[in-house]
């Protein structure tokens, strides 16, 4: 069975970085039939595609938020990460995991993380 759990502060002040991770169980994040992938949903907006993580470290990202976004991975832990710079009240959203199977859209998902940016 493949879970997926997103973890990370709730709260995040203006101006600060904003990083979550997600630790990954049933499968291995090296598996090349996934790319894993960071989304978000904003309060009152549609889901937003951020950026993945995909075969041998591959990085690929939306190009809005290229400038501030990082995502890595640890194979020793399972777990790939979300790094945001520079966050402001726009960033506030629910953050989503997924194992995304290549052309076939999102497999699996995480349950979902409330990040919140406010002073």
């Known amino acids: 069975q493949v879970q997926l759990q997103e973890s990370g502060p709730g709260l995040v002040k203006p101006s600060q970085a904003l990083s979550l991770t997600c630790t990954v169980s049933?499968?291995?994040?090296?598996?090349?039939?996934?790319?894993w992938v960071w989304v978000r949903q904003p309060p009152g907006k549609a889901l937003e595609w951020m950026g993945g993580?995909?075969?041998?470290?591959?990085?690929s990202y939306t190009p809005s938020l290229k400038s501030r976004t990082s995502i890595s991975r640890d194979t020793s832990k399972n777990q790939f990460s979300l790094h945001l710079t520079s966050v402001t009240p726009e960033d506030t959203a629910v953050y989503y995991c997924?194992?995304?199977?290549?052309?076939?859209?999102?497999?699996?998902w995480g349950q979902g993380t409330q990040v919140t940016v406010s002073s």
């Open positions: 997924n194992a995304d199977s290549y052309g076939l859209g999102p497999k699996y």
């Open positions: 993580i995909g075969v041998g470290g591959s990085t």
């Open positions: 049933g499968v291995s994040i090296t598996d090349t039939t996934y790319a």
